[in-house]
């Protein structure tokens, strides 16, 4: 194992990493002496600054206990972040479970900027839409069950939302996603009160609404996620698209573009006051 660059690659192979060792309860320590390097050494690899040989990633994916398509996807993942960094725009993660993936980075962040041109974004929808959203797709873009995808979006709710309040996310709603109603009575209705829930119990929640009537919007038709981390690490763009897929973006110049334009979107939606407002006249308006 060798001190690196951390690269995206390596923060989700550390990330997972992590994740799987407290699934067992093993400490660094017992990690360490499994492969025969100091237990800083396997903080580095957590961190996505290590990188590890197949050999020793091999012992520690025993030890945790992984096997099936979770070890042949840490073992992908490994070769990943061995490879060579090349110039790139974006990183398109094609490897299965990437939503894991996503959860983890997701959780380590200290920032989330949210901005999603169709729908309330997954932390914040209430049960009733969140049911809504993914019967949209259901049987044509997903082959986990729709039990499954709803329990990994209330337990990310649970992580960023519940217990601690260590997150801040800012949020910008594009009116429209306010009032898609799939058909279903009620829906609409339980999600803006689940909105104003939010926004009364988390003070590091901020939420704004960018009306129609809004005609400059870099962020038309994309739905765009912006982790940061407190210096720790670089800011790290995420979007998902049908035909794309999963695609990361942490190249600083890029992520400098993505960044200036949810400022933009944030500066152009109402404000925090004005958006709660908003919410509760749509509410009586349905």
């Not at 797709?137 to 729709?146: A, D, F, H, N, P």
């Amino acid at each position: 194992m060798a001190k690196a660059r951390q690269t995206l690659e390596r923060r989700q192979l550390g990330l997972a990493l992590r994740r799987l060792r407290d699934a067992v309860g093993v400490t660094q320590q017992a990690a360490s002496e499994v492969i025969g390097l100091s237990r800083h050494r396997i903080t580095e690899l957590e961190e996505g600054t290590g990188t590890v040989s197949v050999e020793n990633l091999g012992k520690l994916l025993d030890l945790y206990k992984v096997s099936g398509e979770e070890r042949r996807t840490t073992l992908a993942l490994g070769a990943e972040a061995r490879r060579r960094r090349r110039d790139r725009k974006a990183y398109v993660d094609r490897l299965p479970n990437g939503f894991e993936r996503f959860a983890d980075l997701e959780s380590s962040a200290s920032t989330i900027d949210l901005y999603d041109s169709a729908y309330v974004p997954g932390l914040l929808q209430a049960p009733g839409y969140m049911a809504a959203v993914l019967d949209d797709s259901e049987g044509v873009l997903w082959t986990t069950s729709r039990e499954e995808r709803i329990e990994f979006r209330r337990d990310r709710q649970s992580a960023i939302l519940g217990g601690v309040d260590q997150y801040a996310l800012r949020v910008v709603l594009p009116e429209d996603s306010l009032r898609v109603g799939f058909g279903r009575p009620g829906v609409v209705r339980e999600q803006l009160a689940h909105l104003l829930a939010l926004m009364a119990d988390r003070p590091r929640l901020a939420i704004r609404v960018l009306g129609r009537q809004v005609e400059r919007n870099p962020l038309r038709g994309c739905n765009l996620t912006l982790f940061g981390f407190d210096g720790r690490a670089p800011v790290i763009g995420y979007s998902e698209s049908l035909m794309l897929g999963i695609a990361y973006y942490d190249d600083e110049g890029v992520t400098a573009t993505l960044t200036r334009a949810f400022e933009c979107v944030w500066g152009l939606a109402m404000s925090e006051a004005a958006s709660e407002s908003f919410i509760r006249n749509l509410m009586e308006e349905l």
